[in-house]
């Protein structure tokens, strides 16, 4: 587990049957911070963890969607982060190459 997840709840929040809410700060491989609610095992949230601070934030995936698209010659898509990140998924996915 990397050392910059805040290992400390920092909003417990209700209980749900046998788990626990709670509120961790993680930093992005962009380097953008970011604050989750996670509930369930501990075990399924360090693995979420880990994947989250492994991804970009939304807001530069969005952005590298973007650029990625116009060098390929596509127009820009337009929409929030979440729609173009979305968007441009599906594109690649279509398009060969």
């Known amino acids: ?6 290992r400390t709840p920092r909003v417990n ?3 749900y ?3 626990q809410m709670a509120q961790y700060t993680i ?5 953008h911070k970011d604050t989750l609610a996670l509930f369930g095992p501990h075990a399924a949230r ?4 880990e ?3 492994n991804e970009l934030c939304l807001a530069c995936w969005a ?3 973007r650029n990625a698209d116009v060098s390929h010659g596509l127009p820009a ?3 929030s982060d979440k729609q173009v990140a979305w968007a441009s998924e599906i594109r690649q996915e279509v398009l060969p190459g």
């Not at 587990?1 to 805040?6: G, R």
């Not at 930093?27 to 380097?31: D, L, Q, S, V």
């Not at 360090?46 to 963890?49: E, F, L, P, T």
């Open 77 to 79: 898509l337009k929409g």
């Open 27 to 31: 930093t992005h491989a962009c380097g």
């Open 63 to 65: 952005e590298k969607s």
């Open 13 to 15: 929040g209700e209980l």
């Open 17 to 19: 049957g046998d788990y």
């Open 51 to 53: 994947h989250m601070e």
């Open 1 to 6: 587990m990397a050392a910059n997840i805040n």
């Open 46 to 49: 360090d693995k979420r963890i």
